[in-house]
Structure formats: C-alpha cells, structure tokens
C-alpha cells in the first residue's frame, strides 16, 4: 500500500524567511501529486499538482513544488512566506491505477509577522 | 459555481443518536469522496461514489456508518448510534474524473455529546 510521510509536522518562520516542507511517498510507479492548503477553519484547497512533464511545478500564491523521482520526494516550496500563509499544508499522492489519493498526516505552518 | 456544499457545517449530536451529514458536489462533478479528519491525524479516506453507485467503502468503519449518492440529490454521510469517538471534522471533495486534483466542501464538524 502506498503510503505519504510529512516529516515537518509544525514549522515556524518569520515573515520573509523561505520555506521548503518535506513530502516522500512511498510508491515506485507512474504517481500523480498534489500539495493542499488548509487556512484556519476553512476547507482544503489545491495548491499545485505534478501529473507529468517538468517536475518543477509551479502553483497559486507563489508556492511551487519539485518532483523528484529518484528520491521519490515532492518538497513544496516558497521563496519568502507571509503571516498569510499560516496554515496546514497536506502533500498527497495518487498511485498509479489508485483514483484515491493518499494524503499525509500534514505540516502546520506558523509564520510570525 | 457554487463549488461543493456541506451542510450543516457544525452538528451536535448526543451518544446514540444518528447524524446525516450531507453533500453536493461542484457542478458538473459525478466523483465524490468522504474523508475524516482527527486532529494530529490528518485526512483519512472513507468512501468513493459515483451516482447510485459505492465504488470504494475500503475506508468505512464496517458498522454503523452508510454512504449514499442517489440519482437526485446530495451524498449522504450516515451515522447511526453515534459515539464520542465519532467527534471530528468530515470532508466532501468532488472531482469531474478520477485521478485528478479535487475540489472539497467546508466540512461538517460532527461533535458527540
């Protein structure tokens, strides 16, 4: 079974800094990935997805996220975070054949003004 | 487009009671998925349909809990006897096929007193 780790499972950062959230996965096939943004008290959105092609892929709000395949790694990142972008990150993972994604446990941001 | 609505978006239900937690999914969306989210635990799939049909219940607890997507209406997420355990946040995504990213609801924050 595939499984999805978020070894971040709270980072802190002040406003400015750069971000980079860990996500592997654990599936060795053809894979579809996803990070999912969750601002407080609100429901999940999509941040940016991989299904193929060039595995730096860029998403909504200046976030962006590298596929790696021999590492089997998808790490989001962000050049310089805002108190804004305080919320829980989800990588999640769509197996090959699998149409339900595994999605991690979550990484909470907290980004300090 | 409305996106996907939850409703209601907080219930209180005491032990033994059944709650109906209901969805409707984006315009134009046949795909829909119920996930749980626990604190600390991130989401965990519960079940995948289509209309009419249950394609994948691997995630459903074996007792007292039903999913439905009838021809007309919302999905419906049905807990029968609920227990304190039951307590969390429910999530309805939909997508318009299968494998790509979804669009979730708001959620339905089930509290068991």
Redesign the interface.
């Given at each position: 079974a595939q499984s999805v780790s978020q070894h971040n499972?709270h980072v802190i950062l002040s406003e400015a800094a750069s971000l980079e959230l860990g996500c592997n996965y654990s599936y060795g096939g053809t894979v579809?990935l996803?990070w999912?943004v969750q601002y407080p008290g609100?429901?999940?959105?999509?941040l940016l997805?991989y299904f193929s092609g060039d595995p730096l892929v860029k998403g909504i709000k200046g976030f962006e996220a590298e596929f790696i395949k021999s590492k089997f790694s998808f790490n989001l990142r962000k050049p310089s975070v805002q108190w804004s972008d305080t919320a829980e990150y989800?990588c999640a993972v769509?197996a090959g054949g699998?149409?339900?994604?595994?999605?991690?446990?979550?990484t909470s941001l907290i980004v300090h003004p | 487009n409305a996106g996907?609505m939850q409703n209601p978006r907080h219930l209180v239900r005491r032990r033994g009671q059944e709650a109906r937690l209901r969805c409707s999914p984006m315009k134009g969306h046949s795909?829909v998925?119920w996930?749980r989210q626990l604190p600390?635990?991130?989401?965990?799939?519960m079940v995948?349909l289509q209309k009419e049909n249950i394609?994948?219940e691997s995630g459903m607890p074996k007792e007292r809990f039903s999913a439905e997507f009838p021809k007309e209406g919302p999905s419906i997420l049905r807990i029968q006897q609920v227990v304190r355990g039951d307590s969390a946040a429910y999530?309805c995504?939909s997508s318009q096929r299968?494998?790509?990213?979804?669009?979730?609801?708001?959620?339905t924050r089930l509290t068991v007193v």
């Open positions: 499972h579809n996803f999912y609100q429901h999940l959105q999509l997805k989800f769509n699998s149409y339900i994604p595994t999605f991690g446990r979550g | 996907v795909h998925y996930y600390e635990e991130g989401l965990k799939f995948y394609i994948d999530f995504a299968t494998g790509e990213g979804y669009t979730f609801g708001s959620g």
